[in-house]
Structures are given as structure tokens and as C-alpha cells.
């Protein structure tokens, strides 16, 4: 039978439940449990899909087409394990569900409340988990106690206890213990009233992990256990790591998963740890021998959250190598302003992420034309691919006019469009291609031995495809359509042979990225990139130009 771990937060939001929920899972599964996760998000969208990620951060999609919250990005890549469309329920879904039931008159005449009828199909959600054969499932509860949203989640989560039985369930409330510089101390006070709060609901936490920028002393988790109502050694300090790879050693050291495991009556003397290939991550996370700048060039770089998941597989492929990855944020519409250019010029890669509606794709279009003509490992993904293929066609194909039917409906040269309009159909609208599609490599290609395979599957999220009619010009052109759907119909993948790295996929290869193992098509870039900075001078007028961040 499946045991739950439900995490809160409290005093505030950003403090890395996310985070903690999945250093939790990494550390139960290095104790042979079989672990899954779930986001639970108390905002009205259905799916975080619609949401813009300059706001929300990136749309995280699974191997089903599930367009969920970045959290789950993290749940991956820490557990390494798969998850589905399961693993992230919101309040607009689960209304719609009620309210869709309601309709059909499936409550056979009753008065349709919040308690039971929402907190039951919350419920119901979290039950789900069950059947996926976890020992543990740990469900992050989004929002911050103390929110009006979040009520019915956590009046939901207070009755699974009940339901599920005392020793099947084990609540972790995070919070913040700041510390005041005038008075040179660190306060408990927001987390006493946060539990108090949690309580009020009819939550008593069993573990309190606290988030501070300095370590907690003893003394002070000793005091937040007495007014909290916890075991001594239940009070987790979680102080601010230098990588985020650090944080499930740290909460091992601090005893989170034992304490997690003894409420859950799990015998820890069956179970031992063995964390060597996350304490390998984390060796290789350190000791970096050099660094690599790779640009990252988009429309939303002032939220780095919104290419979340880029910027990690990015970090994963230097760790391969023991290099250090500086990422280097540029806003796609100030391309090619003269200093971005230089600035482009000076990168040892780049990465042209996937996005949505015009703004920027200028800019994008005149940064893969730098990385081409001056041997700048490029990796193009989705709209970043698209935005390869325009370019090629612009200025080694002699179209002057190519674009994407996204942006353009007039273009002479609609050499990305729509499924639909490429066969003459009108009446499709443009429905997404969303999540993990199988696709066919050729023979002797760059990417067929990146990825030491002919068939691979990667995940999908985009409208508009390479138009199939433009195949052959663009053979002959140069640019090599190395993969394409099993049928032959799509293509996804392109790749200039003549450059040392310059590949485009129609896909989302950041989604499968992991920390101990690096995505073929990043750790390509990368070393790509290490080639190029190797072959060149120091990176002096480099570091006075380049804004990192
Ligand atoms: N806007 C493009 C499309 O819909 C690319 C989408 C993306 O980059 N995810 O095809």
C-alpha cells in the first residue's frame, strides 16, 4: 500500500518546497522505495498551459502531453522517474470536473459544496497515486498556508490522514526562520504562527524543515520543536546550498528522510541508503576545471524560471565534462543591436529556446545566422529550430521573404507552417502536438551518433512543423533533415554537416535531461563549446562585456 507525504509551505512563498519535496524523493528512493510525486496548485487555470512563463515560469510537459507546472521538472529530475499528467492537479480542474459531473447529474439532486464534493475528487486525485504501484507518493501542496486558496487542499489533506490510516501519512511543513541583522538573530517567531496556522486547520506538522540563509544551532531547533509540538530531531535546518544538487545530501545529513520514515513506520534498517551516484553528482557539480559561457537567447530572460528545464540540462552536460556552464541571458529582442552581436561573437554555444508568438524571433533569426556563419555551436530547440530553418533559407537559399506561417501569412517562402496548411486542409485549426513522439534518425548523421541511436522518442509541444515541401531545397542547400516522424512526414531534426554544431530539433530535449545523465543533444553543445573555448584565446574582453546573471 502506497504511504503519502504531504508538503506545505508557510510565511512565505519561493522558498523551495518544490525543491524539498524532491530532495525528499531522491533520498527515499536511494533506500529502495519506489517513489512518485504530485504538485497540487490552487489556481484557477485547468493546466498551467495557457499561463505566460514570463509569469509562471516554464510549462513543464510529460512523456502523455501533460502541460504542467516546472515543479514537476525538478520531481524528475531528482527521482528519475517519469511522471504523467497525473502528477499535477489544479482548483480549475478539479472544479471543472465537479461542476461537469454536477451538469450530468451524477450528485443526483444534492446541493454541490466545497466540503465534501471539491474535497472529495481532491481526494480522489491524491487516491490516484495510489495505483501506481509507490511505496511513497510525497504531494506538494502549491501556495502558502494562510492563502484563501488553499483551504480545500489542505481541509483535503487533513481527512486523508483519517482515511488512509495514522502511519500511512506524514505532513512536512516548510518554512522561514530569518535572521534580523539590527539584533544579530534568527527569529522563529512566522514559523510558530505558520504552524499555528496549520494547526488551526487541524494540521499538526511532524516535520518542520526551516529555510534560513545561516545554519539553525540546536538550541534554536530545540525551541522551534517545544512551541511546534514536534520530536527534538524533527526540526530540519535547510539552509541556503550552493547548488541545488546539494540540497538531498544536506537534508539527509540533517535527518529528513529518517524522520519521514519513522512516522511512516518504514524500517530504516531494511532500507539503507546508498546515495554514491547523487554524492558522484554533486562531486562532479564542484569540481569544475573551467567554464563555458553558453548563451541562452529568448524573449523571457528576465524570468530565468521560464527556460527552467534548458538551463538545467545545460548545467547537466558541464558537469559530464567538469565544466562549469555561465549562463548567459539575452533578450532575444535587443539581437542584433551591435554589442549583442559582439557579445553573441564571444559565446563558446548557444541555445535558442521554444516559444510562443512573434516578439523577439527577429532577433532569434539574426543570432542563428551569427552562430552559423561564425562556427558557434547551436542548438535550436522548437522555435529555436524553426528559427534555424528561416534563417538557412533567407540567406543561403536566396528567399528572402521565408518565415512561419506564425508570423507571417503572406510569406512567399512558408517554410514553417502548420500541418494543415501544408497538405491544403483548412478546417483543423491547429491543434498542439503535445508530448513524446517517436522519431526515425538517418544513418551517419550528427545526431544518429549523439544519441548513439536511430530511433529515439522525445517529447513535443508546438503547432507549426518544418513544411515537408521544402525538404528537398533545403537538401541540396546544405541543411540536412536528419530525423523525421517514423512515417517520413515531419521533420524533426536538422543539422548543417559543415558546421561543428549546428542541430535543430522540433522537440523538447531539455524534458529528459538528467543530472547524472546529461541529454545527448545538450552534452553535444557543450562539448562543442569546450572545442571552440579551447581553441581560442582567454576570455578577457569577454568578462567586461557579458552580463550574467
Ligand atoms: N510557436 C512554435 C509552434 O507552435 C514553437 C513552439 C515551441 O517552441 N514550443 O510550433
Not at 319 to 337: C, G, Q, Y
Not at 466 to 477: M, T
Request: aromatic letters at 6%.
Amino acid at each position: 500500500m502506497t504511504k503519502y507525504v504531504f508538503v506545505t509551505g508557510g510565511v512565505s512563498s519561493s522558498l523551495g518546497k518544490g525543491l524539498t519535496a524532491s530532495s525528499l524523493g531522491r533520498l527515499l528512493k536511494s533506500r529502495g522505495l519506489k517513489v512518485t510525486m504530485c504538485k497540487l496548485d490552487p489556481y484557477l487555470n485547468v493546466d498551467p498551459g495557457t499561463m505566460n512563463p514570463g509569469e509562471h515560469g516554464e510549462v513543464y510537459v510529460t512523456d502523455d502531453g501533460g502541460e504542467t507546472d516546472l515543479d514537476l521538472g525538478h520531481y524528475e529530475r531528482f527521482i528519475d522517474e517519469s511522471l504523467s499528467r497525473m502528477s499535477n492537479t489544479t482548483t480549475g480542474s478539479i472544479y471543472s470536473k465537479v461542476i461537469a459531473k454536477e451538469r450530468r447529474g451524477d450528485y443526483l439532486g444534492k446541493t454541490v459544496q466545497v466540503i465534501p464534493h471539491i474535497t472529495d475528487e481532491i481526494k480522489e486525485r491524491i487516491r490516484r497515486l495510489g495505483t501506481l504501484g509507490a511505496d511513497v507518493a510525497i504531494v506538494e501542496i502549491g501556495g502558502t498556508v494562510g492563502d484563501m486558496e488553499i483551504i480545500p487542499f489542505i481541509e483535503a489533506i487533513r481527512q486523508f490522514r483519517r482515511d488512509a490510516g495514522r502511519n500511512n501519512v506524514c505532513y512536512v511543513h516548510l518554512t522561514l526562520v530569518p535572521y534580523l541583522a539590527p539584533s544579530g538573530e534568527q527569529k522563529t517567531k512566522p514559523t510558530q504562527h505558520s504552524v499555528t496556522e496549520l494547526r488551526s486547520y487541524g494540521i499538526q506538522p511532524d516535520v518542520i524543515v526551516c529555510r534560513s540563509d545561516q545554519p539553525i544551532s540546536d538550541g534554536l531547533k530545540r525551541k522551534i520543536a517545544l512551541m511546534c509540538d514536534v520530536p527534538n530531531g524533527a526540526v530540519i535546518s535547510a539552509v541556503d546550498a550552493p547548488s541545488i544538487y546539494d540540497i538531498p545530501l544536506n537534508m539527509h545529513e540533517e535527518g529528513l528522510d529518517r524522520i519521514v520514515c519513522e512516522t511512516l513506520g518504514i524500517d530504516q534498517n531494511e532500507r539503507p541508503i546508498d546515495l554514491s551516484t547523487w554524492q558522484e553528482v554533486v562531486r562532479h557539480v564542484h569540481n569544475t576545471t573551467r567554464t563555458l559561457r553558453i548563451g541562452i537567447i529568448g524573449k523571457y530572460v528576465t524570468m530565468p524560471d521560464a527556460y527552467l528545464s534548458v538551463a538545467e540540462s545545460i548545467r547537466h552536460a558541464g558537469f559530464a565534462i567538469n565544466a562549469k556552464t555561465e549562463l548567459v541571458w539575452l533578450e532575444a529582442e535587443r539581437v542584433p543591436s551591435e554589442i549583442d552581436s559582439q557579445r553573441i561573437r564571444q559565446l563558446d554555444g548557444i541555445v535558442i529556446p521554444g516559444g510562443f508568438g512573434e516578439r523577439g524571433v527577429e532577433g532569434m533569426i539574426a543570432a542563428a545566422r551569427i552562430a552559423r556563419e561564425h562556427n558557434i555551436p547551436l542548438l535550436g530547440i522548437c522555435l529555436g529550430m524553426q528559427v534555424m530553418v528561416i534563417e538557412f533559407a533567407r540567406h543561403q537559399m536566396g528567399l528572402a521573404d521565408a518565415h512561419s506561417t506564425e508570423f507571417s501569412l503572406t510569406t512567399g517562402a512558408p517554410v514553417i507552417a502548420l500541418m494543415e496548411e501544408q497538405m491544403d486542409i483548412t478546417d483543423l485549426g491547429g491543434t498542439m502536438r503535445l508530448g513524446a513522439c517517436p522519431a526515425m534518425l538517418a544513418e551517419g548523421s550528427q545526431v544518429a551518433a549523439l544519441y548513439d541511436a536511430t530511433v529515439v522518442s522525445e517529447r513535443h509541444r508546438h503547432r507549426y512543423e518544418f513544411n515537408s515541401r521544402f525538404v528537398e531545397d533545403f537538401e541540396q542547400a546544405g541543411l540536412r533533415c536528419s530525423g523525421t516522424s517514423p512515417d517520413g512526414r515531419l521533420v524533426e531534426f536538422v543539422e548543417l554537416p559543415s558546421h561543428p554544431y549546428f542541430i535543430g530539433t522540433q522537440a523538447h530535449p531539455e524534458f529528459k535531461s538528467r543530472p547524472d545523465r546529461p541529454h545527448p543533444l545538450f552534452q553535444g553543445l557543450v562539448i562543442a563549446a569546450d572545442q571552440r573555448a579551447e581553441g581560442r584565446a582567454p576570455h578577457l574582453l569577454l568578462a567586461e562585456v557579458v552580463e550574467t546573471k
